[in-house]
């Protein structure tokens, strides 16, 4: 499966929607000779990917012709193995200049696709508010101590007594957990046990270290995307406000978890807010718009937020497929795709009241996480913590071609000091995002104010330093094995991340 770290607008019937009055008759789409009309299903398929990429990607000037490219070459295992090939060569004709490397080159896996992707729905049903899994996930803390990272309330892991922090002893299965590479196969049978079975059995040890087994089946459950949220007295009038949102999902199944974590806040008199998005991968643009509301100081409302570039065929009406998909007829509303309509404004919501955030990020965080950062940047104080985020400055819709939805990058957000770009990611400590790099902390719970991440934020707020305690840094807390090095946690982050929904999703259309 693909890596889905996305910010996107996505054809769900949830988003907020084009006004009625514009979805009239499509404009009928230009004609194109080259293109075969016989073939197969997948061939014509193969075509539309194609088609649209060439239409509507932000870097569609750098693709070949049809002929040149022949969509209908590409195979694979599985029809959308095929597809995804396909998807995956288009994306690597965009060049950055600023890296001389493709915008969707993946450095762990080079010709692939770093943001495109082709699903058969699965994103839309998760960005919705559900999930069928177990409802966890895990990450190594030493080569040989395997922990439970986070945990969704309701979920069958959830129900089974897991919380962050647990070390995961013994899986059935799996002959040992011990890591040494990514291509050992009792690596590769623990991914397919995490992550590609429906029952698991497992040993798992306590901080008080001791055990328990339990056996999970996957199972429907709706997502709350709000894993904690706390309030911290530090005393000497200083509070913190901690929120760890793991996804942004759609504003209907978000913003019943947001809203009481932020009144909780408001009412406690917070001075600080911490905002965890550690291993957010993103979701709705909505949310992410909804959250920059919550936190943004109530002075700001009416401001610019962020505004949305598309390229210089959708600004100029030439998009045929893309608005018969829209159900806009572009010639009665002609430059719906212009940059000055489509800004999103500040609308303070709630009435917290800070100057400064603090934002928990690292390689997992994506996309509408990374907007949402990037929104405030220029409104407040934005500190980061943590280790250089994902890059996903673009976002796209999903477009239904028969049983399936193409996702190709169709615009780039940039905030009110025409700041994006961050096709790189957004390395705490550095000029433009200030704060301190530093080491996920998986050994303790969210929260824990031992936890080292959240130690720091706890440091600054009261010393105004992000120093801590030594100890609190060395996270293999006894246990054996050896740390694991930047490139192995690159990798394995990498393997595990690809096995979730992170995306990020704008609310001004909806698919027809």
């Known amino acids: 499966m693909k890596k889905y770290f996305i910010y996107l607008t996505i054809s769900l019937a949830m988003a907020a929607t084009f006004t009625a009055c514009k979805k009239t ?66 994306s690597q004709y965009s060049t950055n200049p600023a890296t001389g490397k493709p915008y969707e080159y993946d450095i762990l896996d080079p010709g692939t696709a770093k943001y495109s992707f082709i699903d058969q729905g699965q994103v839309a049903t998760s960005l919705g508010g559900t ?50 590479n990514s291509s050992n196969s009792n690596y590769t049978a623990l991914v397919n046990a995490i992550f590609n079975s429906t029952t698991i059995t497992m040993t798992v040890q306590k901080p008080d270290n001791t055990t328990f087994n339990t056996t999970l089946n996957t199972a429907n459950y709706t997502v709350n995307p709000v894993l904690k949220s706390k309030v911290l007295d530090l005393g000497n009038g200083k509070k913190i406000g901690y929120l760890v949102f793991n996804t942004f999902t759609v504003l209907d199944n978000a913003k019943p978890n947001l809203e009481p974590a932020f009144t909780s806040f408001t009412a406690a008199g917070v001075t600080d807010l911490v905002v965890d998005l550690r291993y957010n991968g993103g979701g709705s643009v909505q949310t992410a718009e909804y959250l920059s509301n919550l936190i943004v100081p109530p002075a700001k409302t009416n401001t610019v937020m962020y505004t949305q570039y598309y390229n210089d065929k959708l600004q100029n009406d030439k998009c045929p497929l893309f608005a018969k998909k829209l159900g806009l007829d572009v010639t009665k509303y002609p430059g719906e795709f212009k940059p ?15 100057n400064r955030v603090f934002f928990i990020v690292t390689g997992n965080t994506a996309s509408a996480s990374e907007l949402t950062i990037n929104n405030l940047i220029p409104e407040m104080n ?15 819709y999903g477009i239904p071609i028969g049983a399936y939805q193409y996702y190709t990058p169709e615009f780039e957000s940039k905030n009110s000091a025409n700041q994006g770009g961050y096709y790189a990611g957004m390395t705490p400590g550095s000029v433009t995002y200030p704060g301190v790099q530093a080491s996920d902390d998986v050994t303790h719970d969210f929260g824990d104010v031992n936890e080292a991440l959240l130690a720091r934020a706890i440091n600054y707020t009261t010393k105004g330093t992000y120093a801590i305690s030594p100890a609190l840094t060395v996270q293999s807390t006894g246990k054996s094995g050896s740390q694991l090095s930047e490139d192995d946690i690159n990798r394995i982050s990498h393997d595990f991340s690809k096995h979730n929904v992170n995306i990020m999703i704008s609310n001004k259309f909806k698919m027809h």
């Open 382 to 396: 934005v500190q980061l913590i943590g280790t250089t985020s994902y890059g996903k400055p673009v976002g796209f």
């Open 25 to 90: 008759t499509p404009v009928t789409p230009i004609p194109v000779s080259v293109i075969p009309t016989t073939g197969t299903p997948l061939d014509h398929i193969k075509d539309s990917v194609y088609l649209f990429t060439q239409e509507d990607n932000l870097w569609y000037s750098t693709l070949p012709t049809y002929t040149a490219f022949n969509p209908r070459n590409f195979t694979g295992k599985t029809d959308q193995a095929a597809l995804q090939s396909e998807v995956d060569a288009l």
């Open 340 to 354: 000055t309509n489509n800004q999103a404004l500040f609308s303070k919501q709630g009435s917290l009241n800070i």
């Open 131 to 180: 999930n069928g899994d177990y409802g966890f996930s895990v990450f190594y803390n030493t080569t040989s101590d395997l922990r439970v990272k986070y945990v969704y309330p309701g979920s069958p892991a959830d129900k089974a007594g897991l919380v962050r922090g647990y070390q995961i002893t013994a899986i059935s299965g799996v002959p040992s957990l011990t890591y040494t």
